[in-house]
């Protein structure tokens, strides 16, 4: 075999190589079935440095925020209070990168004081309520439920509010299932409340 046909074979096997590289690097992976559970507590568990945050944070609220940083399409929250600067600045990071983001507030909650509603409507994030006697009381949230792709959905529920009492000093617990049935349940109760509800922001005004 000639020096120039083994050159051409080598670059055409490194060419190749790369292609498939970009393609497969491109190619968002498929998520593996997810049932976890994260307790949180009043102990003081030791703060280590955050993945996602320059802050520091215990290990409970460093799994948490991981699966909230995992959106790749959407993000819909349905929270009963949202006070936390941290969560906040995460979901914000999501959004400015393109994923789709959703959020139901409480009435009341959504302009109790510390709530992060003002940092959202700045950033044009999509945030609705309902005036009312009676509590929007959820606490969950869905993780690329409009993915077109093989990703696979996740939900995150439990007692946890997103606040700075409840991720450090309260006892709470937060259950993460990709459990297509239980996934389809939340899917469809996000998108009647949101339908009922109506806009804190209206975005462009």
């Known amino acids: ?38 307790m949180f507590s009043n102990k003081h568990s030791e703060f280590k440095s955050s ?8 290990e409970s609220v460093e799994r948490f925020l991981s699966y909230l940083n995992r959106s790749r399409h ?26 789709a983001v959703r959020v139901i507030l409480d009435a009341d909650m959504a302009f109790t004081s510390g709530s992060t509603v003002k940092r959202l409507e700045k950033h044009g994030i999509h945030v609705r309520w309902m005036k009312s006697t009676d509590i929007m009381h959820n606490k969950f949230c869905i993780v690329d ?10 939900v995150m529920t439990g007692s946890l509010n997103w606040t700075n009492q409840a991720l450090y000093r309260n006892w709470e617990n937060l259950l993460i299932t990709s459990n ?26």
């Open 180 to 205: 297509r049935d239980i996934v389809k349940v939340y899917r469809t109760e996000f998108e009647r409340i949101w339908q009922e509800f109506k806009p804190i922001v209206r975005i462009g005004k």
């Open 51 to 58: 993945k996602y945050l320059k802050e520091h944070m215990n």
């Open 1 to 38: 075999m000639g020096f120039a046909k083994t050159l051409l074979i080598t670059i055409t096997f490194f060419v190749a190589s790369h292609v498939a590289y970009k393609f497969y690097k491109r190619k968002p992976k498929k998520r593996r079935e997810i049932n976890d559970v994260i």
């Open 145 to 154: 439920s409009l993915a077109q792709d093989d990703l696979l959905p996740f």
């Open 74 to 99: 959407s993000l819909d929250i349905c929270m009963y209070v949202l006070t936390n600067t941290d969560v906040t600045t995460v979901i914000l990071k999501q959004h400015l990168r393109g994923v």
